[in-house]
Nanobody, 122 residues
Framework: QVQLVESGGGLVQAGGSLRLSCAAS????????MGWFRQAPGKERELVAT???????NYADSVKGRFTISRDNAKNTVYLQMNNLKPEDTAVYYC????????????????WGQGTQVTVSS
């Protein structure tokens, strides 16, 4: 079972930036699609960004142009660079691994980290 550990969350003012990291255990990191999700209080978890094993990326409309997902297979790490943060970005952010290298539907992500809190003040 893969272990995913997120880091990099915190408190930031609106317009600021944060970079989240997610370190994965094991030797097969490069074979799997990875994703970032978030869940705000009282809301359902939503998909923020995904990256396939071939580094193809997809983003939720709400973060396009502001967030960038990337991966470093040598470090078994996936990143989420978040710029121009808004108060509505406040949520717990979760890293997740898909069951394949290319499937990026929310239901394809079955391994999860513990989450990291991002709070954006206005």
């Amino acid at each position: 079972q893969v272990q995913l550990v997120e880091s990099g969350g915190g408190l930031v003012q609106a317009g600021g930036s944060l970079r989240l990291s997610c370190a994965a255990s094991g030797r097969t990191f490069s074979l799997y699609a990875m994703g970032w999700f978030r869940q705000a209080p009282g809301k359902e978890r939503e998909l923020v960004a995904t990256i396939t094993s071939g580094a193809r990326t997809n983003y939720a409309d709400s973060v396009k142009g502001r967030f960038t997902i990337s991966r470093d297979n040598a470090k078994n790490t996936v990143y989420l660079q978040m710029n121009n943060l808004k108060p509505e970005d406040t949520a717990v952010y979760y890293c997740a691994r898909s069951t394949t290298g290319w499937d990026i539907r929310p239901r394809d992500f079955t391994s999860w980290g513990q989450g990291t809190q991002v709070t954006v003040s206005s």
